[in-house]
């Protein structure tokens, strides 16, 4: 059997979260598509449930033994998932290995490497893919098509509000890995990274200047209710009311979760495991007193809005993150063109032509207002299914390993929706919005580009 008819040959490197719950599962979930043949993980516990999940994949503690073993175990690609401050080095010893690789956003953490991977992925030509998600979901797929489409005639302007659910902000930005900026990357990268890539994506161009502001305004010491400890099982007082109460979290309300994110607790996932888990984690700990606060811990308020230097034909963007709702699923994009708005399920459109294949579920007419048009609008159903909170980023994990795995087998990783350029302009886009809110002044995308000596990027997809 030929490489392109076979199961395509995987080797995940970083058997946590992602590499496990989101790449992992999707390779075991579809044999006759990919086989995982080796995990590499200095966790023996992570490592060995992937590779025995997958059928008894070998097993290399240190990622190195796996890289200069990828002749060896017949590696058609490699999924890189290990954390963020070693994203280039692993990277870099792929590419140097000639395998097409996923390598989990961010691409690096600082500007320093992200300018090492350019440098080098762009000197070897590397089959590079960045595990930017949301591009692969349903209802962000049929957006761009009608965007492209021009249904909704020229883009104006493009708005997205990112809710992060106040239980996600806690785990992932107060409590859990990205806690500090300086040691993980700004969370306008680690986390707005997936808006930034959508806002490139759908406008079709890097920005022309980028402006952001925001603060940690909420999660410091001096919010803390009077009398609560380091720990939440140490006698909160306000353990009844408090929303971020770990042991309502992490053992009632997920009591019937053991993968994401009650996994990240330890190995022992019962009721006892778990509040053995808090009582000394930093799960555990009291959003309030999780950490020295700094200008550079992730702020939990955030607008980056792209300026068009008064271009009439540029598009003009605004991304804003509210950390504080219920339900963190909710992007809600508006692309306005003839003052239109599009809805998070259901676009809301100008009376045109719809792009062929989506479904029309009616056609309104709204009364005509004086001095106004009359309302015609579309209503367009889209398969979004409801993943839950905790799940799948909408179906986007899933639908960039379905490409993935497709574009290993034809050759075509780094191209197309998987191109590297894109995810280049996005992480650069990230980095400049943390240099404006630090400094508090519009950065001129192209001088600063210039400025950090990445070169130009390509036009692409």
Known sequence: MSASERP???VVIGAGGRGRDAYGRWAIEHPDRARIVAVADPADDRRGALAAAAGGAAEYEDWRGAVADLGVLGA???VIAVPDALHVDVAIAVADAGIPFLLEKPAAPTIAELRRLARHARRTSSALAVGHVLRFTPFWRTVKQIVDSGAIGRSITIEIRENIGFWHFAHSYVRGNWHRSE?????????????????R?????????VYSIGELTWFRPENAPAGAPEFCVQGCPVADSCPFFAPRYYVDALADVTGHPVHLLGTDTTPAGRMAALRTGDYGRCVYRRRQRCRRSPADHHDVPRRPDGDPDRIRVHRREHPQCHDHRLRRPAVR?????????RPVLPAAV???????VSHEVGRKAPMDHARHTLRVA?????????????GGDAGLMSEFVDAVRLGTVGTGELSFETALDSHLMAFSAEESRLSGRPIDFAEWSARI???????SA
């Open 354 to 360: 719809l792009p062929d294949g989506l479904p029309l």
């Open 337 to 345: 063109a003839h003052g239109e708005r599009r809805d998070r399920r």
């Open 183 to 199: 040691a993980s990357g700004a969370m306008v990268l680690t986390k707005t990274s997936h808006d930034l890539d959508l806002i």
């Open 76 to 78: 058609d690609a490699v």
């Open 382 to 394: 889209i398969p979004n299914p409801d993943l839950g909170d905790h799940a799948g980023h909408g």
């Open 201 to 209: 994506w759908l406008a079709g161009s890097a920005p022309e200047s």
């Open 453 to 459: 000596d990445v070169p130009a990027v390509e036009p």
């Open 8 to 10: 395509q040959r995987i």
